[in-house]
């Protein structure tokens, strides 16, 4: 089975840049998607095949990859962005989540 | 509009059975791949299994394997989750999800408590 880890934790102020990493070897041979998940509420996709934005997500989304680790980056965060992050990925007959991590904007 | 309702969830004892099931509708149920994802509480995401357009390709995570069954029935737009030999750490939200990016769909999710 395959795992893709994630920082816990990201803090940034209003305005400045948030970068979320996420590794595994799986990322070097199958696209990430990531989702944000609010309290509450369920998993909403905001980057797909590494770095494509679906349709509604504000651009300030964006995604990258290299190698084995995937980085979501949400450039000037708003306090609306506050949730947990969680990148996801594919392969064979398996498919797997990172841990997630918790965005905090204030 | 597409939906994904969940429903079949609630308490149950250490190494009971639970059925969960999900109702689609606002799409062609039967060109997509499904999937259930659980959610336990305070935790992270874990893909649970994942079922092809047809029903003839599935997988589960090793977590579940060998205890929980899933099927779908294309005529009645459903899909299912048969849960045996349920364990405390079965404890989740349990959700259904069409992952089929840019157009991913995800129910509201229906709760499993695993407790005596």
């Known amino acids: 089975s395959y795992e893709l880890t994630q920082p816990s934790s990201v803090s940034v102020s209003p305005g400045q840049t948030a970068r979320i990493t996420c590794s595994g070897d799986v990322l070097a041979k199958k696209y990430a998607r990531w989702f944000q998940q609010k309290p509450g509420q369920a998993p909403v996709l905001v980057i797909y095949?590494?770095?494509e934005r679906p349709s509604g997500i504000p651009e300030r989304f964006s995604g990258s990859s290299s190698g084995t680790t995937v980085t979501l980056t949400i450039s000037g965060a708003q306090v609306e962005d506050e949730a947990d992050y969680y990148c996801?990925?594919?392969?064979?007959?398996?498919?797997?989540f990172g841990g997630g991590t918790k965005l905090t904007v204030l | 509009e597409v939906q994904l309702v969940e429903s079949g969830g609630g308490l149950v004892q250490p190494g009971g059975s639970l059925r969960l099931s999900c109702a689609a509708s606002g799409f062609t149920f039967s060109s997509y791949e499904m999937n259930w994802v659980r959610q336990a509480p305070g935790k992270g995401l874990e893909w649970v299994s994942y079922?092809?357009?047809?029903?003839?390709?599935?997988y589960y995570a090793d977590s579940v394997k060998g205890r929980f069954t899933i099927s779908r029935d294309n005529a009645k737009n459903s899909l299912y989750l048969q849960m045996n030999s349920l364990r405390a750490e079965d404890t989740a939200v349990y959700y259904c999800?069409?992952?089929?990016?840019?157009?991913?769909?995800w129910g509201q999710g229906t709760l499993v408590t695993v407790s005596s």
């Open positions: 095949k590494d770095s």
């Open positions: 996801y990925s594919a392969a064979d007959n398996n498919r797997v």
């Open positions: 999800a069409r992952l089929s990016s840019p157009l991913d769909y």
């Open positions: 079922i092809s357009s047809s029903g003839s390709t599935i």
